[in-house]
């Protein structure tokens, strides 16, 4: 069982910036393929990033390619989302997810395994 908790949330003005942490218990954090994902209020929740087990394959939604940034700490259990250039439409729950997989090719076509609560992230104009 793996249990993830997202941080790092909050308001932020368009053109701002934010750092999303996912802290993840259990020892096999660094085998796990992890993701972030994202709901905006009405909306299905969508794919944002993810990465590879050993943080040496990243994957992106091509909209936010060169804004966002996904990354690992093994060694902490920690996986972050850096976001740039904040828009209003970056609005939404984000949440993030672990898969059994070592890598995300099989762990998007089998979905991921364990889910946070979602941390709250609000861009205004």
């Known amino acids: 069982q793996v249990q993830l908790v997202e941080s790092g949330g909050g308001l932020v003005q368009a053109g701002g910036s934010l750092r999303l942490s996912c802290a993840a218990s259990?020892?096999?954090?660094?085998?796990?393929?992890m993701g972030w994902f994202r709901q905006a209020p009405g909306k299905d929740r969508k794919f944002v990033a993810a990465i590879n087990w050993s943080g040496g394959s990243t994957y992106y939604a091509d909209s936010l390619k060169g804004r966002f940034t996904i990354y690992r700490d093994n060694a902490n259990n920690t996986v972050y989302l850096q976001m740039n250039i904040l828009k209003p439409e970056d609005t939404a729950v984000y949440y993030c997810?672990?898969?059994?997989?070592?890598?995300?090719?099989?762990?998007?076509?089998?979905?991921?395994?364990?889910w946070g609560k979602g941390t709250l992230v609000t861009v205004s104009s």
């Open positions: 259990g020892r096999t954090f660094s085998s796990y393929a």
């Open positions: 997810a672990a898969s059994a997989y070592s890598d995300y090719v099989e762990a998007s076509y089998y979905g991921m395994d364990y």
